[in-house]
């Protein structure tokens, strides 16, 4: 081949893979906007030295990065404990800004409330920091029978947004109780049977007795069952007992008003209970209970249509051998 035409080739292949270079680059910014920003999540603080950042009351997509969860974290005098992480790694990457934005203390504990997505999947954001990665006693075995799942869901659902994201399983369990010590304040840990799911643990803290509860506690946003209707009530009667001065719930805005959020709750949990068991009774069919039951919470929650169905479908499931 003379000299002159393998130059000329050699340039049309440059210009070649600096234009396809271009175009992938421009797809990814058009395409994915929410991939490149990196911006702290806005935190409140709800009481001294506990910040909240909220989340929205939407399905994870690439606009929200999978920050549909309530996640935050608490400062002590000598370190950090992060409460949940967010959906995604980006946004997990955020929540940690947004502890940077307030403190230099060393994150040394990152704490998971319970096993679904929107609460674990920003863990990869903070293994630079080496904390302990805390759960309940059921967690990892949640995470190892889930995760590929939920990681395939959030691709599908995030895109490029997802890149990053990975299963960081707890490196400390919890079987009931614990404390961990943040420096001159402590956190206590609490682990329940199956409620909202069978990994659900409580934080409260001891200084401003606000009270993580996780998902145990839906507000506005309707709660989804995931465990065991009954022993969610259950798990809500303790709750109340904690006597919490204010309540971050998993979803929906931290409160003082605790009764008022109980009381939501567990007439919405109370309802799909009594009239699960009054269709078994006369022979209704799961198919039935679908259709019917609960109707009358419909207008008073968000995202009822779309988690409606399934607590009906997982509650008949449990009742029907009582």
Not at 48 to 67: C, D, I, K, R
Not at 301 to 319: C, G, K, M, Q, S
Request: aromatic content about 6%; charged content about 20%.
């Amino acid at each position: 081949m003379p000299d002159a035409v393998a130059r000329r080739i050699r340039a049309a292949v440059r210009i070649l893979l600096c234009h396809c270079r271009a175009v992938s680059a421009l797809s990814i910014a058009l395409a994915a906007p929410a991939v490149m920003a990196q911006e702290a999540l806005p935190v409140t603080e709800v009481a001294p030295g506990v910040y909240v950042a909220m989340g929205v009351h939407e399905e994870a997509s690439t606009g929200n990065l999978g920050a549909i969860g309530n996640v935050g974290f608490i400062l002590g005098g000598e370190a950090v404990a992060v409460i949940d992480t967010g959906g995604s790694a980006l946004a997990g990457q955020q929540l940690r800004q947004a502890v940077r934005a307030v403190t230099g203390l060393p994150i040394r504990f990152v704490v998971n409330t319970h096993v679904h997505p929107d609460h674990i999947m920003g863990n990869a954001a903070f293994v630079a920091d080496a904390p302990q990665f805390i759960g309940h006693r059921n967690l990892p075995r949640a995470i190892a029978a889930r995760g590929e799942h939920y990681l395939r869901r959030l691709r599908e659902d995030l895109g490029p947004a997802a890149d990053g994201t990975q299963l960081i399983p707890p490196t400390r369990t919890v079987d009931s109780m614990a404390e961990i010590d943040l420096g001159g304040r402590v956190l206590r840990l609490t682990a329940y049977p199956a409620a909202h799911t069978d990994t659900d643990l409580s934080v409260l803290d001891v200084a401003t007795s606000v009270l993580w509860t996780g998902d145990l506690l839906f507000i506005d946003r309707i709660p989804v069952v995931d465990g065991s209707l009954r022993g969610w009530l259950a798990a809500s009667s303790d709750l109340r007992g904690a006597e919490a001065v204010h309540l971050v719930p998993g979803h929906g805005p931290p409160t003082a008003e605790g009764n008022a959020a109980f009381d939501a709750q567990e007439r919405y949990l109370r309802t799909i209970l009594t009239e699960i068991r009054a269709l078994i009774a006369q022979g209704g069919s799961m198919e039935q209970a679908v259709e019917t039951v609960g109707a009358s919470e419909r207008n008073r929650w968000v995202l009822f249509d779309a988690y409606h169905p399934r607590n009906v479908v997982t509650a008949y499931a449990e009742i029907e051998w009582e």
